[in-house]
């Protein structure tokens, strides 16, 4: 029995005891709610590497212990965190930023410019997910102005300045990950791996000050969270869509948009080479743009979010759905089995020897379509989207595999993967040919030029909102693009909704379009929670 079980068990076996023990005692003094400040959620699982941002911890959400530069509002603008202001040279490769006076860190040290330049300059070192490349220098002006140096103008350094959260340079050893020391809201009091995380308000915070001082992180399956939201241990459990039809006692459910998409990579290139590992690269079927637009054209999306999502979700038609920088040109007529049918056919592909599968000269059009094994949601999307696909001739067997198994596979198949962020590099990490075959970002090795010059000049701009009209361009220009209307190197499927059961009267303010689910979006403004008056 694992720990999981054993934790889920636990609970369970306490709430039968609170019940009983409730049931023998007079009736309890009933304790305000507006009075409570402490609570426990049960939202997600616990970062491995631990809370370390220059190693990554913040990408996908609020680091929680630290802060950031700047962040971005409930609309997605960017405003000033640690920052009072900052300012971009006319070439756009120097970024000024002016930080607040009196900042301290939660041991008490003050936070001044050279944090900043050691929390930057350990961040691009690190080789990490947080991608510095572009970062020439940082130079400290005096103890509260700071220069970032570029080697090139780069419109979304201002997201770097969003998710990277500060270190203290005093006290940044091996162990900070795990012990983390910062300027944001909360402070780390006790984390038992693989079960739970304690932590309480920061009261040296400068920002508005949190209404709840302790809030206990239980770190559960999705079983178990349920489990627990209906025992009434936790305020807040995430849970899956399969769960949501199901009232539970003294909680109201909530979903919150989010831009975390779930889609079908294709191998861009024909079969015939092999990675450096030895890997095999190219699917000859799927490097047909024939095979990859009828794919496109024929599934149907709002199926997949009534049948698999419980409809908590919206269709996919690109990475960037309802982002500012998404292109909604982008958007096209799916379900229609009719136009794939004839795109097959104008294409060469017909059902010669009637065996319900279309082949193009020797080649029958016949795909093995991987997917995690231990995700239950990605499961059901390759297996519904393998039956839309077979009455147009594709014969697609869906494979639940490991990700070591994936990452071995994942250049010569369709897998269904996910992606998701406030942050529009990660289009150009996801379909640039600089990163065909780096790790998970373009293992399909998709490459257009057009693209390409698009991406890099939105990437060139010298504020986020010029390059927005590039990145729109990248996605579909009227003749070419990345999206399915274009070169049709994905098929993206679905946008989940998050869902979640608040305790009736836990006030969670008003959420933006979440991100990829790493990193508990959810606490992103966590200092607005707080019980309903």
Known sequence: MNLRHRLSI???????????????????QRVAETERTEIVLAIGGEPEAGFDPTTGWGRYGSPLFQSTLLKRDKDLNIVNDLATEYEVSQDGTIWTVK???????????????????????????????????????????????????LKEPQSTFAQMLVSTGIVPKHAHGKDYALKPIGSGPYKLVQWDKGQQLMVEANHDYYGSKPFFQKITFLFLGEDAAFASAKAGTVDMAAIPAAFSKHAVNGMQFVGVQSVDNRGIMFPYVKSGSKTKEGYPIGNDVTADAAIRKAINIALDRKALVKGILEGHGTPAYTLNDGLPWFNEEAIFVDADMHAAKKLLADNGWQDIDNDGIVEKQ??????????????????SLAIAAADMLKPLGIQVKAEGKSWDDIEKQMHANPVLLGWGSHDPLEMYNVYSNKFGGVEYYNPGFYNNPRVEDYMMQALRATNEKDAWAFWRKAQWDGETGLSAKGDAPWAWLVNLDHLYLVKSGLDIGKQNIHPHGHGWPVTANIEEWRWKS
């Not at 609970?11 to 005891?17: A, K, P, Q, V």
């Not at 379509?369 to 990605?378: I, K, N």
């Open 362 to 379: 020797t080649l029958k059009a016949e795909l093995n379509l991987l997917y995690p094994a231990s995700d239950v949601t990605r499961q």
């Open 99 to 149: 930080l607040r006076k009196e900042v301290k860190f939660s041991d008490g040290h003050p936070l001044t410019a050279d944090d900043v330049q050691y929390t930057y300059e350990t961040a691009a070192a690190s080789g990490s997910s947080i991608d510095l490349g572009n970062l020439k220098s940082v130079q400290i002006v005096n103890d509260i102005t700071v220069k970032f140096i």
């Open 10 to 28: 636990i609970l369970i076996l306490l709430s039968i005891l609170i019940c009983v023990s409730a049931c023998k005692a007079e009736k309890p």
